[in-house]
Every structure is written in C-alpha cells, then in structure tokens.
C-alpha cells in the first residue's frame, strides 16, 4: 500500500466504512431526516420563487440583524432550509444531502439537529455583534449588513463537517475545512464568510464538550464510536 493510501485510509477509513456499512445495510432509510431536509428546503425554493408564497417565507424563515433578536430567534431554525435566493438551489440541495446525511449515519439524528443548529445560530448571533464592533474593526461588520437577508444551510454544513472529522479522527479534513473558511474571508470578506468561522468557533466548543464529557465517561476506545439516534 502507497504512503498516500495509508495516510488517506488513516484520515478517511473509520468515517468511509461507517458511512458505507450503513448505505449498505440500510440505503436510504439510513438517512430520513436529511431526504426530509433535503425535501423541506426544496418546497421553501419553490414557495418563494411564487408571488403568493414569497413574503410567508420571508415571514417564518428569513433572518436579519435589523430585526428583533428574539424574531431572529424563533426563524433560526427554520431558516436553514430556506436557500439563498441569489444562490443556485442545487448547491443547497448537494450539501444537505452529503454532509447532513454523513453526519446523520455517523452522528445520529438528533445530534446532527443539533450541532446544525448550534452553527446556525452562532451564526445568526455573531451578525449582531460584529455590527455592533463595525467595518473598522476586523471582527467587524459594515452597517449595511443588518439588512442582508440570512438564510441556508452554509453554516451548518461547515459546522457538521469539522464536527464530524473530529469526531472521527479525520484531523486533517478538519483542519482544512477551517483553513479554506479563513481563506474565503481573506479574498471575500462579507457576512456569510464570517458567520462560517462563528459556526467553525462554536462547533469547536461542542468539540471540547463532548472530549470531556468521554474523558468523565472513562471512554478509553481508539476511534469515536458513532451515536446513535
């Protein structure tokens, strides 16, 4: 075996079979809450491409830093399955359906819900403060962007992937994916870069969480085993 696939089966090898012998046993009933967020995002794209269902959209899942925090609060949620309007849907839909059900099969469901959640919201919070610190601080926010329209699954996709590497082991990946969210604020530094590193920072406290949590747990196995639903 090259040196390349030993190291790639070192990174990737506990991840891709856990994947694999779940397809394998299971197809796609290994995965029913992403085909449902999968689902769920392409209805909101279809009912906000229409004159009558546009402004409910808006309503139950559209977030801004202008609007009260606890409005923003209650469309969090929601607003992770609302694709980006100036964004091809595809993209949405390819990213939903690898990481979130990547993250489904290794994680569980409801852990899944729930470190997407935490992403997206840090997100969401982290708008409000960097406007607040202003463009003049590099943390900051121009003003303007109170009024940009928050929505996707982009924050939560980055968070369940380092989440997921980590928890696999598949340091590298992490990494990488931590390196290229940097990158992507260096040559475009706008709102959804930002809140992608605010979703990496707060992913990464769930990470320490759940090390200590295993640490108290007396957990001494060489690879995470996956959690189950």
């Known amino acids: 075996m090259s040196t390349l696939a030993r190291r790639a089966r070192a990174e990737w090898g506990a991840l891709s079979s856990t994947v694999r012998g779940a397809l394998v046993a299971r ?3 290994a995965v029913p809450m992403t085909l449902a967020a999968v689902c769920l ?13 546009y402004q409910f959209v ?3 899942g559209c977030v801004r830093a202008d609007a009260p925090l606890w409005l923003a609060l209650i469309r969090t949620p929601l607003s992770l399955f609302v694709p980006a309007l100036d964004l091809p849907v595809w993209g949405a839909l390819v990213q939903i359906l690898l990481v979130f059900g990547i993250a489904e099969i290794c994680l569980g469901r409801w852990r899944t819900l729930l470190v997407a959640y935490v992403a997206t919201l840090a997100g969401t919070l982290y708008a409000r403060v960097g406007i607040e610190l202003g463009a003049s601080n590099p943390f ?15 924050a939560a ?6 989440f997921v590497c980590w928890r696999y082991r598949a340091y590298f990946t992490a990494a ?5 969210m940097v990158v992507e604020v260096l040559f475009k530094d706008n709102l959804a870069g930002k809140e992608h590193l605010a979703a990496i920072a707060a992913v990464l406290v769930l990470c320490a969480v759940s090390a200590a949590r295993h640490r108290g747990g007396g957990n001494r196995s060489g690879v995470k085993p996956p959690i189950q639903s």
């Open 27 to 29: 197809r796609w009933r």
């Open 157 to 162: 996709v980055v968070g369940l992937a380092v």
């Open 41 to 53: 995002t392409a209805l909101f794209q279809y009912v906000q491409n229409q004159s009558w269902g």
């Open 58 to 60: 808006q309503n139950i």
């Open 176 to 180: 990488l994916v931590t390196v290229l």
């Open 140 to 154: 900051g926010l121009p003003a303007s962007d109170a009024h940009v329209v928050d929505t996707g699954p982009s």
